[in-house]
């Protein structure tokens, strides 16, 4: 069991991090916010590990894994939820888009007109927020002031798309760590097996699955934005639009080679989606 007072440390230490966590969040184009955000989550995911299992090295071992993973995944996004949430609190009914282009997007989709909703929030992206039995797609206004109706139409069927993505490639996410932690369990039973069980080896090894977990996840992500890219382009058919609104995020996410990009980003480059527009048949 751990002390009182140990206790007091962890949490305090988990606090603080969590600080600078939202505090780099708030820069994560830059390498090094990216980078200062990757070891801030293995350190939180080894606290979360020691405080909830201190008895058990191997629990310790596979939550310190996984809580580090889910934890790097929501700081990640943390630049966009954090300023969401709080337009969310403020606005309980936030003005929605214009009608003429809610009607186009729908038509275009072949949605019933009371089956999808969209809302205008101060922010520069479009993202569709998990709701039932309707779709509840939120545009930034700054999206609006920046894009054309072209862009922005693309953008709506790109998230209406991922309403109609195959069940079984929506599921992979949820299903990821339930299997990935047969592979640590795996893992922990080689460690033991071959005798190297020391203290080196098990940070190590944490952060190798902690890394490895990230890229399996964030390239579990991808595959769903390329499938929502490819419904949302064969419904607007409007393969110009796709391809300038991509141009333009060009600047946002840099390019630092595949390995680094399937760590930092849980969507694809936009160059690689533009690839992947050019790859896709479209019927006249
Ligand atoms: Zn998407």
Redesign the pocket.
């Known amino acids: 069991m751990l002390t009182e007072t140990s206790l007091i440390i962890l949490l305090i230490g988990f606090l603080g991090l969590l600080v600078i966590s939202v505090f780099y969040s708030k820069n994560s184009e830059y390498l090094g916010s990216n980078i200062i955000l990757v070891i801030i989550s293995y350190f939180q995911g080894l606290i979360v590990g020691t405080i909830f299992y201190s008895d058990t090295l191997f629990l310790m071992f596979l939550l310190s894994i996984l809580s580090g993973v889910y934890y790097y995944l929501l700081v990640a996004k943390l630049s966009i939820l954090l300023p969401f949430i709080q337009f969310k609190w403020k606005n309980k009914a936030p003005a929605t888009l214009d009608a003429e282009l809610t009607k186009s997007i729908t038509m275009l989709w072949g949605l019933p007109d009371n089956k999808i909703h969209i809302s205008i929030y101060p922010g520069e992206s479009v993202f569709k927020k998990m709701s039932f039995g309707f779709i509840d797609i939120y545009v930034g206004d700054e999206f609006l002031k920046n894009n054309s109706r072209n862009e922005l139409l693309f953008a709506l069927s790109?998230?209406i798309g991922?309403t109609k993505t195959p069940r079984r490639d929506s599921a992979y996410p949820f299903i990821f760590p339930f299997v990935y932690e047969i592979i640590i369990i795996f893992t922990w039973f080689a460690i033991l097996f071959f005798g190297i069980l020391n203290i080196f080896v098990y940070f190590i090894a944490i952060l190798i699955l902690f890394i490895i977990g990230i890229m399996i996840s964030n390239y579990l992500a991808w595959r769903l934005?390329f499938k929502?890219d490819e419904l949302g382009l064969i419904k607007s058919k409007n393969l110009n639009g796709a391809i300038s609104l991509f141009e333009k995020f060009f600047e946002s996410q840099k390019d630092y080679g595949q390995i680094l990009n399937l760590i930092f980003y849980d969507?694809p480059l936009p160059r690689d989606r533009i690839k992947h527009f050019k790859e896709i048949k479209l019927e006249s």
């Open positions: 790109h998230e991922h934005e929502a969507h």
